[in-house]
């Protein structure tokens, strides 16, 4: 739906919204990126990664020892060892 005002004539209040619509669809779409050229986000460092797994397992000690139903604890225990098999398959 698209605000047009009340007083001009059907035809052109439709004419009106659809150019609103219109203008806001291309406002919406991604640039066109150039052939050739790929965007890629940097690849993170097995430091940093390392780093930020061993973040999550202090994390999910606390919220662990903060307690919770016995589903919360079992989803924490759960996080806690995919965040531990990932340190091994890096051999942090």
């Not at 669809?25 to 780093?51: E, F, H, I, N």
């Not at 662990?64 to 079992?74: C, F, I, K, S, V």
């Amino acid at each position: 739906m698209e605000k047009v005002p009340a007083n001009l004539p059907w035809e052109t209040q439709v004419e009106m919204a659809k150019g609103q619509r219109d203008r806001a669809a291309s406002l919406q779409q991604p640039a066109p990126v150039q052939p050739g050229y790929q965007q890629q986000a940097p690849a993170p460092s097995k430091q940093g990664t390392c780093q930020w797994l061993e973040s999550r397992i202090t994390q999910l000690d606390s919220m662990a020892r903060a307690g919770g139903t016995a589903q919360y604890l079992d989803w924490v225990a759960g996080e806690r060892k995919k965040a531990r098999d990932e340190q091994f398959r890096l051999r942090c």
